[in-house]
């Protein structure tokens, strides 16, 4: 909802405080999508992606000190 609000509504994209709000919102979505897909896959099929490939498990740990 804040992507759709401070991307559409004009007078919102003027300050630069609502940009930083923008692109925090877009970061934290990226964040919950990586961290979602791991743990839905790790519930439903009881496979743990971090074991299998080292490229998902290094994205994962990426993400967790990079966006939190």
Partial sequence: MN???FSNVPTSR?????FYFL???II???YILI???T???NA???IDLTNYSRIW????NFSICAFS
Avoid: Q
């Fill in 3 to 5: 992507i759709f609000i």
């Fill in 14 to 18: 003027k300050t630069l405080s609502s």
């Fill in 23 to 25: 692109i925090g919102s």
């Fill in 28 to 30: 934290n979505i990226v």
């Fill in 35 to 37: 961290n979602l897909t």
């Fill in 39 to 41: 743990r839905i896959i």
């Fill in 44 to 46: 439903i099929y009881l």
């Fill in 57 to 60: 498990c290094k994205i994962v």
